[in-house]
């Protein structure tokens, strides 16, 4: 069994910062890609950021010189590091990770979600 949990969400001023994190834990023998999600009300899931098991990172075009997205291997661990936050960026946040098992059986997995508050 697999548990991404994400932690850090909160309610934050424009121009502000947040710090994002999802741990990974459970029947875990490699990791592949991990990422982070969006979803507005009334919004359809978007992507944020993704990073690869290797460090190549990929940026949604909105948050391009605002968001990095990192992860540290050895904790099972993705970040999110939100700064010049703006009211658009209000949403609930949603991890992912491509999780294999020791048979190398992969499977995508999700955490619960963390909300994002952005007051103007």
């Known amino acids: 069994q697999v548990q991404l949990v994400e932690s850090g969400g909160g309610l934050v001023q424009a121009g502000g910062s947040l710090r994002l994190s999802c741990a990974a834990s459970?029947?875990?023998?490699?990791?592949?890609?991990m990422g982070w999600y969006r979803q507005a009300p009334g919004e359809q899931r978007e992507l944020v950021a993704s990073?690869?098991?290797?460090?190549?990172?990929n940026y949604a075009d909105s948050v391009k010189g605002r968001f990095t997205i990192s992860r540290d291997n050895a904790k099972n661990t993705v970040y999110l590091q939100m700064n010049s936050l703006a009211p658009e960026d209000t949403a609930d946040y949603y991890c992912?990770?491509?999780?294999?098992?020791?048979?190398?059986?992969?499977?995508?997995?999700w955490g619960q979600g963390t909300q994002v508050i952005v007051a103007s």
């Open positions: 990073i690869t098991s290797g460090g190549s990172t």
């Open positions: 459970g029947s875990i023998f490699r990791i592949n890609g």
């Open positions: 992912n990770a491509r999780i294999g098992d020791d048979r190398l059986r992969f499977m995508t997995y």
